[in-house]
Nanobody, 124 residues
Framework: QVQLVESGGGLVQAGGSLRLSCAAS????????MAWFRQAAGKEREFVAT????????YYAASVKGRFTISRDNAKNTVDLQMNSLRPEDTAVYYC?????????????????WGQGTQVTVSS
């Protein structure tokens, strides 16, 4: 098990940027594939981005590709999500997730460790 705590959410105007960070506890952070998901009000949780254990491979949802960047620092036990060119439709609670399984998973049910979430609101 790994405990995850997100930070960095807030209110930003459309076109602006935010950087989310997720801090993980434990000494085995590098053994987890990490991901970001988001959930807008009244909608299902959806995949945003994932990164493999070494940080050398990333995969994005089509809706954020080219605007968001996921990265990790295994020495600091953190995974970040840099969000640029934000749009009102990016408004959601953003969750950090971890899995000990294989890289490339995009369904929330395939991740068994979750943070509490951080709110991102993009105004038009």
């Amino acid at each position: 098990q790994v405990q995850l705590v997100e930070s960095g959410g807030g209110l930003v105007q459309a076109g602006g940027s935010l950087r989310l960070s997720c801090a993980a506890s434990g000494r085995t952070f590098s053994s987890y594939v990490m991901a970001w998901f988001r959930q807008a009000a009244g909608k299902e949780r959806e995949f945003v981005a994932t990164i493999n254990r070494s940080g050398g491979m990333t995969y994005y949802a089509a809706s954020v590709k080219g605007r968001f960047t996921i990265s990790r620092d295994n020495a600091k036990n953190t995974v970040d999500l840099q969000m640029n060119s934000l749009r009102p439709e990016d408004t959601a609670v953003y969750y950090c997730a971890a899995t000990g399984g294989r890289y490339g998973r995009v369904r929330s049910g395939e991740y068994d460790n979750w943070g509490q979430g951080t709110q991102v609101t993009v105004s038009s």
